[in-house]
């Protein structure tokens, strides 16, 4: 009998792996922004990851120990793919700028947290905090210049509002 735990991985690892194939089948569609060209990366490391919680939970491999050392060169994997993605969209030099100083800021940080700290969720939640700021600087940048696009037909605009929802809320889980 499967655990809630086991239930709820399991399900995320099946959605993850068709998100992984859906983006790596389109990367190269013509719609596609070029920003959307090495996206599929993204759902990969998480797809890495959740094997390894399945693997750990099943199989209790890999051990506790490593598997909290794995999860904090995820944390810094994933922040620097997101600093790597809204770096290549940004347009104007202000939001290079900003981008860069958050980026700094936060990579300093988690460093930080995860040499003084054993265990702890912080290095993630200041991770997320960073990732609505990257999200901000977008939008900020997408509203001050003329409309060129159609936000409804805009797949980055919808990726960026969901990846901005989803590490706003996470905010007080790892925090």
Avoid: H
């Amino acid at each position: 009998m499967l655990t809630p735990l086991q239930f709820v991985v399991i399900i995320g690892t099946i959605v993850i792996f068709f998100s992984f194939l859906f983006a790596f089948i389109n990367r190269r569609a013509e719609t596609s922004s070029t920003s959307l060209n090495f996206f599929y990366l993204c759902p990969l490391l998480a797809l890495g990851i959740s094997l390894l919680t399945l693997g750990l939970l099943f199989l209790e491999f890999p051990p506790l120990k490593a598997m909290i050392q794995i999860e904090k060169l995820y944390t810094l994997g994933d922040f620097i793919f997101w600093f790597y993605f809204f770096y290549s969209l940004s347009i104007s030099k202000r939001s290079k700028i900003l981008i860069k100083c958050i980026f700094a800021a936060t990579l300093i940080t988690i460093i930080i947290l995860d040499v003084l700290e054993t265990f702890t969720f912080l290095g993630l939640g200041v991770s997320n905090f960073s990732k609505c700021l990257f999200c901000l600087v977008y939008f900020q940048s997408l509203f001050i210049l003329p409309p060129k696009i159609k936000l409804k037909r805009e797949p980055l605009f919808w990726i960026i509002t969901g990846l901005f929802f989803y590490a706003e809320v996470t905010i007080p889980i790892y925090t």
